[in-house]
């Protein structure tokens, strides 16, 4: 049996790196430092979590 190896997913930054200080995200990809300073640690769960998150911090 083959074993299936699924791409990690990656990182949403488009080098825009600028931090909005209202809402503590950064502009150019909408994660927080943490989630950026952590990215290479976490798992592809954790990632993908990360991930579907972002369309919902842009604002309106």
């Known amino acids: 049996m083959a074993c ?3 791409p990690e997913p ?7 790196c ?3 200080t209202a809402n503590q995200y950064c502009v150019g990809c909408w994660r927080t430092l ?3 300073r952590q990215w ?9 979590q990360i ?3 972002l369309d ?5």
């Open 4 to 6: 299936k190896i699924r």
């Open 40 to 48: 290479s640690t976490l798992s592809s769960e954790e990632r993908a």
């Open 18 to 20: 600028r931090m909005d």
């Open 10 to 16: 990656e990182s949403p930054c488009v080098n825009i």
């Open 51 to 53: 991930l579907s998150e």
């Open 56 to 60: 919902a911090r842009v604002p309106v």
């Open 34 to 36: 943490d989630e950026i």
